[in-house]
Every structure is written in C-alpha cells, then in structure tokens.
C-alpha cells in the first residue's frame, strides 16, 4: 500500500481538486493554459486520447521524457463521466514539470503545468491512456450512484487471484477475464481500478464510523469492483492465467 500513499502524496503536492488551486512550494513555477475543448463527451466514450492530443498541442513538453500517467475518472449511473483528472511528468527545456488536465463533464478541459524536482521511473503514459480507452464502458455495470475509475502504479511484487473476484486484462477492445496474475518485477506497473460508488462513511473524530453497521470497502472486498490490467502489464506479469 506505502505506493498508494506515495501517490496520494504527490497528488495533494501537484494540484488540490477542482478550481484548478494548486499548492506551489516556494521557488516552484506553475503556468496556466487557455481552457480549450475537447471532443464533444459521449456516454460510455470519455474522451482519452482526445485529452492527451489536446496537452500535446497547448503544452510544449518533451515527449521523449513523458513518464507516470495518474488517472481519476467519475461516472454516473447513466455511464456518462462527470470528471476527468489526469497528470504526467515531463521535461520542458531541459527542467522536469508536471502536467495536469482537470476535464469537465461538458468537454471544456483545464490545463496546467507546474515546476516540480521529480524525475518518476515509470512508463510513458500513453500506454497506460490505451488501455483505458479501449476498456468497453458500455458494457460495465455503472450501479445505482456511478463508477470511479483510477490508475495506480506498483513498485512491489504481487499476486491476483479470485479473492478480488473480477480481474481482466484489456485485449484488442474487450475484458478478458482473469483467474491469476502474479508480478515480480523491478519494473513499475499499474492497475486500473474500476470502483462502484456507495454511500459516504461519516467517520466521527475518533476515527470511527458513526454507523457502526457502515465501514470502507476495499476492493478485494467488493465482488462489483474491476481490477484491470493494460497490455504491457500482462507482457510484465510472471505469471498470467486466464479464465
């Protein structure tokens, strides 16, 4: 979990929700771009590919040191996003930024890019943003309150088994189902994290749920959650065994 939380960190370092309010560290450049549209949203089509050609036209960064996609994407019930968070790390002019694009549900899509000493040893993004754009969302179970879709990355060796109930790998458009996949690599890998939204937990100042009935849900614990596994993890994996 301690890559989780190294993520979440650097998430509240780079930008704080929406507005577009981020915390600068003192000495730290940030740069606003003009809003510019994107594709017009479909239901079950968020525009992904779209976002990133957009960052590549307004954002002169260098591609070739493009590295550490984070995704954050919220659906409702009707399979139509409502938000679309996304940042990358890359060099402008030799020195090492962070680009994000906060994207709303009507297209209009907020881009900045902020000054930040971090070098991630990931992948480029665009394989990860693949991926996701080829996960069939028509065919997903949206329930009663939407979905949140969220990449993570891992730095640690893994196994996935049944006890998470729907793993899939994304192959050519579809979900294909998984029995196991283990990793132990030194490479970085990601999941994409499929998570029915529920009723918020009221948690009380003593750390506890005012409901006592009521407590987060891990994913592992939730039979409705999708854990999702782009090509290049699967070619990453030790061990891959399909259902």
Known sequence: MKDRWLAVGIVVVVALAFGRALYVPPGYETIDYETVPVLPPEQYNPPIIEIWEAMEEQIPFDNRTARGAMLDMSFDANGSFTVIRFYFFADMEGEPWVHSAFVLRNGSTYLSSQRLDYRPPHPHPLG????????????????????????????????????????????????????????ATTEVWHTIEIYP?????????????????????????????????????????????YA
């Open 128 to 183: 990860i943003l693949a991926a996701v754009d080829s996960i069939p969302f028509s065919e997903i179970s949206y329930g009663e309150r939407g979905m949140d879709l969220k990449v993570f990355y891992h730095e640690e060796n893994r196994t996935y088994d049944d006890t998470y109930g729907n793993i899939y790998a994304a192959l050519d458009g579809t979900l294909r189902p998984l029995k196991e996949i283990s990793f």
């Open 197 to 241: 939204l529920q009723e918020p937990v009221v948690i009380d100042l003593s750390g506890e749920p005012q409901d006592e009935n009521r407590t987060a849900t891990r994913i592992d614990e939730d039979r409705r959650a999708l854990v999702v596994f782009a090509p290049r993890e699967i070619g990453l994996a030790e061990r891959v065994v």
